[in-house]
């Protein structure tokens, strides 16, 4: 099987209806020979991740209509990304609520990296990983990694690439004594 984030239209979801969704996914789905692991809910879009043969995809992308219309199909495969474009792929995704793709993307461009660098772009990394997460209802596990998040970006410099570092510390902050997550941009 292939893998595919399929982000359908927001009809109105919160992640509080990330577990309705998913079991209504794997309903409508029960017939075909796919798997829906996760569903992520943005403001814009309802985030599936899916295991489907290529063959199969359109099919399985009209079964899922009912939760929404098309918007976005990737293929999701292990690629070498240039670590400047990593780094691009990830602020566009993480300032698209596409959290999950911009851990991908981050982690191409991690993977070329040493020392304190490495430590600063996994701080952001596990950044979008806690949205990720909260996107899941799972927001306390999010809020949970803030800590994480603190000490791998460290006293990293104030800016790295386009990312204000010093505003990623400053939020990452305020969400732990406010212990919640609030979707900012990078």
Known sequence: MERYMLHFKNKGYGPEHSREIINKARDLTSDLNASVRVARIASKFVELDVGVEKEDLDTLVETLSPIGSIDNIRHVIEEEIDKEQGIKDGVFYFNNERFWECHEA?????????????????????????????????????????????????????????????????????????????????
């Open 106 to 186: 981050l982690e191409g461009a991690w993977k070329q990296c040493f020392g304190r660098e490495k430590e600063l772009l996994q701080g952001i990394i596990l950044f979008a990983v806690a949205f990720a997460h909260a996107q899941e209802d799972e927001l306390s596990i999010g809020i949970g990694m803030l800590h994480r998040v603190l000490e791998k970006l460290g006293t990293s410099p104030s800016e790295y690439h386009s990312i204000d570092v010093d505003r990623i510390r400053n939020k990452a902050v305020e969400m732990q004594q406010a212990n919640n997550l609030t979707i900012f941009e990078i």
